[in-house]
């Protein structure tokens, strides 16, 4: 497959090891990959903040950037909740190839198990690890089974069903396994006192199950409780799936 990797911002500027290990998952699982330089941000800042103009600029020319792949894959479920589900709100007019393009874009696990139907990649993880459910992955991409849903999915998710396969990880599952963990983008900085306590408090609940790290789909939710860790001295580390799958060991 002739895949585009569509690196998020905040992992571009704040986390690219999480872009490297995915551009080494895809071409480990035999895809052709293609990166373009001059990406940009999808919008989702801009969507959230209601500025619709702005946001379907950047709708447009990531539509362009990526235009005639095969798939396009993200180490961000939010990211790809955002061009799978909102770019219709700004881009309401959208050809046939835009839609079909939108409906190719994937979370890099949800790729893995879904599309190209690979769970082992041989990968080693010694260590006690919590999994964090992102928002954005449970409620718009359907990764997982979320609390409230009156007939949930059965079985387990495809960041668990990744996990599961990695040598030595042992997966832990706090009592509340979906429950946010404060960030939610502009939330945090509109109300950072609010989002400190639900951080605080999920990175609690972890600590206490023994959790050495802490992982998921979304490192700007990961970034999130990391930074509540290293203010307050304790709680399991933050590494994104992506990391986790090309781990050969010891971190």
Same mark, same amino acid.
């Given at each position: 497959?002739?895949?585009?990797l569509?690196?998020?911002?905040?992992?571009?500027?704040?986390?690219?090891?999480?872009?490297?290990?995915?551009?080494?998952?895809?071409?480990?699982?035999?895809?052709?990959?293609?990166?373009?330089?001059?990406q940009?941000?999808?919008?989702?800042?801009?969507?959230?903040?209601?500025?619709?103009?702005?946001?379907?600029?950047?709708?447009?020319?990531?539509l362009?950037r990526?235009?005639?792949?095969?798939?396009?894959?993200?180490?961000?479920a939010?990211?790809?909740?955002t061009?799978?589900?909102?770019?219709?709100?700004?881009?309401?007019?959208?050809?046939?190839?835009?839609?079909?393009?939108?409906?190719?874009?994937f979370?890099?696990?949800?790729?893995?198990v879904?599309?190209?139907?690979?769970t082992?990649?041989?990968?080693?993880?010694?260590?006690?690890?919590?999994?964090?459910?992102?928002?954005?992955?449970?409620?718009?991409?359907?990764l997982a089974?979320? %609390?409230?849903?009156?007939?949930?999915? *059965? #079985?387990?998710?495809?960041?668990? /069903? !990744?996990?599961?396969?990695? &040598? $030595?990880?042992?997966?832990?599952?706090?009592?509340?396994?979906?429950?946010?963990?404060?960030?939610?983008?502009?939330? %945090?900085?509109?109300?950072?006192?609010? *989002? #400190?306590?639900?951080?605080?408090? /999920? !990175?609690?609940a972890?600590? &206490? $199950?023994?959790?050495?790290?802490?992982?998921?789909?979304?490192?700007?939710?990961?970034?999130?409780?990391?930074?509540?860790?290293?203010?307050?001295?304790?709680?399991?580390?933050?590494?994104?799936?992506?990391?986790i799958?090309?781990?050969?060991?010891?971190?």
């Open positions: 497959m002739d895949v585009g569509f690196v998020p911002c905040y992992v571009d500027l704040l986390a690219p090891r999480v872009a490297q290990a995915t551009l080494r998952i895809l071409e480990r699982v035999g895809c052709r990959v293609h990166y373009d330089p001059d940009t941000c999808c919008g989702q800042p801009f969507l959230n903040a209601g500025a619709a103009r702005a946001a379907s600029r950047l709708a447009r020319r990531h362009e990526f235009a005639g792949l095969d798939a396009v894959v993200t180490p961000s939010s990211c790809a909740a061009v799978r589900l909102r770019f219709p709100e700004v881009e309401p007019d959208a050809s046939e190839e835009d839609t079909r393009q939108r409906a190719r874009t979370e890099l696990g949800e790729f893995l879904r599309i190209v139907e690979r082992d990649l041989s990968a080693c993880f010694p260590h006690r690890v919590a999994l964090l459910q992102s928002c954005h992955g449970l409620r718009d991409l359907g089974a979320s %609390s409230e849903e009156a007939a949930p999915t *059965s #079985g387990p998710g495809t960041t668990e /069903r !990744l996990l599961r396969e990695v &040598e $030595g990880l042992e997966i832990f599952t706090p009592e509340r396994p979906d429950e946010c963990c404060g960030f939610g983008g502009s939330f %945090s900085v509109k109300y950072p006192e609010i *989002s #400190g306590r639900m951080g605080r408090a /999920r !990175l609690d972890l600590a &206490e $199950g023994g959790a050495e790290f802490v992982t998921g789909t979304d490192v700007s939710c990961l970034l999130h409780l990391d930074g509540i860790r290293r203010r307050l001295g304790r709680g399991p580390r933050a590494i994104h799936l992506a990391e799958l090309v781990s050969e060991g010891s971190h």
